[in-house]
């Protein structure tokens, strides 16, 4: 059974870091497209950044380029965002997600399977 778990969530301070963690077990990385997503209150939910199944990852918000770094390690089948210089428009929820398409999508609907969710607030 395909599952994901996030981790890594919290309270940062404006021009702070934070990386968030996403365990996924059933499956390896290797099968699966990784998609970070995050909602705000009030707002859809978004997409970020997107691994798909070869590693090579896609930007889907322009807010965050150049801040947020998108990695995954296959031995332990973790998949890992590294938030930078993190700005309190950032505050959101945020999700991993997995899909059985090769390529890589921010469309929601195109995810079968998703983590609990991870609470991140900037804030001073």
């Known amino acids: 059974q395909l599952q994901l778990v996030e981790s890594g969530g919290g309270l940062v301070q404006p021009g702070g870091s934070l990386r968030l963690s996403c365990a996924v077990s059933?499956?390896?990385?290797?099968?699966?497209?990784i998609g970070w997503f995050r909602q705000a209150p009030g707002k859809e939910r978004e997409g970020v950044l997107c691994?798909?199944?070869?590693?090579?990852?896609?930007n889907y918000a322009d807010s965050v380029k150049g801040r947020f770094t998108m990695s995954r390690d296959t031995a332990l089948n973790t998949v890992s965002l590294q938030m930078n210089s993190l700005e309190p428009e950032d505050t959101a929820v945020y999700y991993c997600?997995?899909?059985?398409?090769?390529?890589?999508?921010?469309?929601?609907?195109?995810?079968?399977?998703w983590g609990q969710g991870t609470q991140v607030t900037v804030s001073s």
């Open positions: 997600a997995a899909s059985w398409y090769y390529f890589c999508s921010a469309y929601v609907s195109e995810y079968a399977s």
């Open positions: 691994m798909s199944r070869s590693g090579d990852p896609t």
């Open positions: 059933g499956f390896r990385l290797s099968s699966l497209t």
